[in-house]
């Protein structure tokens, strides 16, 4: 399973961009699939993520409003639409999907190598 992030980049306060994901490989079932962000010496945080059988959704308190996740079930893409940014939203953002590649199989993460969003003041 291989998990593609796109669509960081340098981008003002106040302004917005638009991250992308998709996996590939042999999937059964997907559960929760999200992003999560590391900020150098700050701790890993799970920004938004979205349960792939009925989009129940959940962000973090901080992007509560600002941010928003989708996801696409024929593309096998979750997205994720970053609004009103602010300097503290920089970070490396990492795109994960918990899969079972059979039925009854354990479940495992994966996620990307991750896409630089960086947001000047």
């Known amino acids: 399973v291989t998990v593609v992030e796109s669509g960081g980049g340098l981008v003002q306060a106040g302004g917005s961009l638009r991250l992308s994901c998709e996996v590939f490989?042999?999937?059964?079932?997907?559960?929760?699939v999200g992003w999560f962000r590391q900020a150098p010496g700050k701790e890993r945080e799970t920004v938004a993520a979205?349960?792939?059988?009925?989009?129940?959704?959940y962000y973090t308190d901080s992007v509560q409003g600002r941010f928003s996740i989708s996801r696409d079930k024929a593309k096998n893409t979750v997205d994720l639409q970053m609004n009103s940014l602010k300097p503290e939203d920089t970070a490396v953002y990492y795109c994960?999907?918990?899969?079972?590649?059979?039925?009854?199989?354990?479940?495992?993460?994966?996620w990307g190598q991750g896409t630089q969003v960086t947001v000047s003041s």
């Open positions: 490989g042999r999937i059964f079932r997907s559960g929760a």
């Open positions: 979205i349960m792939w059988s009925d989009s129940t959704t």
């Open positions: 994960y999907f918990a899969v079972q590649s059979r039925s009854w199989g354990p479940w495992s993460a994966y």
